[in-house]
C-alpha cells in the first residue's frame, strides 16, 4: 500500500508564475485523482538528480520547460515518434519502469486548432521557428497540412525548422525571412504565432506585419496564452478572420498530460476555469 498520492509535476527554471499547476491541480481535484502537481524549481546541472529522483520516487511523469526540454532526453528511456522528430520533450511519462519523452505542446495547439479548422491540405504559415513552432509546425503536418511555410528573422534557425518539416514529414517546408512590415501570402489558411511577441508584461508589443494582408476567413492562432487577446488576434478580428488564443494549448497539453499519467479523460472546462482564475489573479 502506497502512502503517497502519486507526483507528478514541472521541472522548470524559474518555477514561479506556472499557470499550469492550478490547471492540473483542479482537474485531479475535479475527477477525485488522488495525485499531486508539484512546480519543482530545477538548474540545468541538477536535472539529471531530479529526473533519477523522480524515477527512484515513483512520479508518474512531469513536464519541462525551459530550459531542460531538450537536454532531459539524454536521461529518458525512449521518445513518442512527434517528440523524436520535433527533437524536444515537454512531458514524460513513467510507465513499466520506463521513462518515455512526449511532446504534448504541438498535441495540444492540434486538438486546440481543431475546434475550429482542420489542417488537412492547408498552407499553413507560422511566426517565429522556436520551441513552440517546432512543435506546432511537426504536428501540423504530421495531421495532413500541405505546405508549412517558417517565418522567422534568424534565417539558421528558420531554414533548419523547414527542413524539418520538409524530410521528417508529409508535408513540403520552407522559409521566408521575415522582412519589414511582412506580407502574409495569399493562400495562407492557416497562420499562427509562435513567437514570444505579446506575451504578459509586454502586452502592447506588436509583431512586424502588414496585417491588411490578413483575409477574411483565415485562421489566425496565437500560441501566447497571456493575455489571451494578443494585439495580433485583435487586428485579425477586425479584418474578419477567425482567432483562436493560446489558452486553448494550454488546456488540451494538460488535458493530454493527465491522460497519459493517469489515464483519466479530463473535463477540459474544469482545466479552462481554473486556466481563467490564475491568469485573472
Ligand atoms: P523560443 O525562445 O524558443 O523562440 C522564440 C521565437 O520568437 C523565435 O523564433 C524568435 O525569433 C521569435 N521572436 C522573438 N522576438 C521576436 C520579434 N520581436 N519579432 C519576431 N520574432 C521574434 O520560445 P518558445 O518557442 O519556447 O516560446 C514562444 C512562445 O510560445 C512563448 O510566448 C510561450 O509562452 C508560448 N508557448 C505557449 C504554450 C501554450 O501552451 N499556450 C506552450 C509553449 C510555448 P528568432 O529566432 O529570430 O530570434
Redesign the pocket.
Known sequence: MSFLSTLTGSFATPAAENPTVAVVEAAYRHHGIDARYLNCEVTPADLGDAVRGARAMGWAGFNCS?PHKVTVVEYLDGLAASAEIIGAVNCVVHRDGRLTGENT?GQ?FLASLRTVADPAGQHVVL???????RAVAVEVALAGAARVTIV???VR??EELAALVDTRTPAAGSFVP?CAHHPLPDDAGIVVN????G?HPDIN?R??LDHDTLRPGTVVAD???NPPRTVLLREAAARGCVTLD??G??VN?AVIGIRLWTGVDAEPAVLRAALEAALAA
Open positions: 525551459l505542446d495540444g511566426l517565429g521557428a522556436g520551441g513552440a513552432a522567422n528573422r534568424n534557425r528558420g521575415w509562435t513567437t514570444s511577441v506575451l508589443a509583431l512586424d500560441v501566447i496564452p493560446g489558452t494549448m494550454l497539453q
